[in-house]
């Protein structure tokens, strides 16, 4: 007697029960790994004191401007790249919009704390125009790092950006090493984050982004291997038709 494929596929609401428990499953793994993630921003490791070749500070926030400042005072680089500013910005527009942070700096026209901010950006800043975007960061700064032959780079972000920058960072193969020095946000602080919904909700979505740049970083990885898998193949056939010839 022929079998009727009716009785032995799954019913209508056993494939939505499965789907709802996959879907359960990947809310618990992804709920996990966040808060993994953030225990992991809250703990990252103190940034190394060792001097760089240059200092690139991502825009986003004032603090890590002060911080990128003070570091390339006190001799940690040469030159620093404010990556990701935007069209109109300049430098004189840049410096006054970081003083209203730096109180010693407001109060004396523009000098912070010992460090005279005119005459620092005007001998030792670039600005970078092109990024959008954290990986048009890395291009932005790899294009700019490579033509002035630096090989250090101390990245300056937020401690919750942090880990995205430096998967976005190592995509891009240019001999360059990257010495993270994240710095804490008070305005966006990890510390309670659950208690507070701005920083749940931006956090939250943080890690959605991080998720999202390994999955590209390895996609990535795995399609060069592929092309380069393929053209040694192609290449190790054409040798060996040439040589039988």
């Known amino acids: 007697m022929p079998r009727n494929d009716d009785e032995t596929a799954p019913s209508f609401f056993t494939r939505i029960w499965r789907w709802l428990v996959l879907l359960a499953v990947l809310g618990l793994l992804w709920l996990g790994g966040s808060i993994a993630y953030v225990e992991r921003v809250e703990l990252l490791a103190p940034p190394s004191e060792a001097p ?31 990556s990701g500013v935007a069209q109109t910005t300049t430098k004189a527009s840049l410096q006054q919009a970081v003083l209203p942070t ?13 460090i005279d901010l005119q005459l620092l950006f005007e001998c030792c800043v670039d600005l970078g125009f092109e990024a959008d975007d954290t990986a048009g960061n890395a291009a932005e700064t790899v294009s700019w790092a490579t033509a002035r032959g630096y090989k250090t780079i101390r990245l300056v972000t937020a ?8 998967v976005e960072f190592g995509r891009i193969p240019a001999g360059i090493t990257i010495v993270p020095h994240p710095v804490r946000s008070d305005a966006m602080r990890v510390e309670d984050w659950w208690q507070r919904r701005t920083a749940t ?6 890690y959605s982004k991080y998720i999202a740049a390994l999955l590209r970083a390895h996609l990535g990885s795995q399609l060069a291997a592929t092309v380069a898998e393929k053209s040694g193949a192609e290449k190790s056939a054409t040798e060996k038709q040439e040589s039988t010839q």
């Open 52 to 82: 760089t070749d240059a200092i690139v500070v991502l825009t986003g926030g004032a603090a890590r401007m002060g911080t990128a400042l003070r570091l390339l005072h006190d001799g940690k680089a040469e030159r620093l790249l404010v």
């Open 102 to 114: 730096m109180p010693d700096a407001a109060q004396a026209g523009s000098n912070w704390q010992g």
């Open 159 to 166: 401690n919750y950006h942090m880990p995205r920058a430096l």
């Open 201 to 206: 909700v931006f956090l939250l979505g943080e």
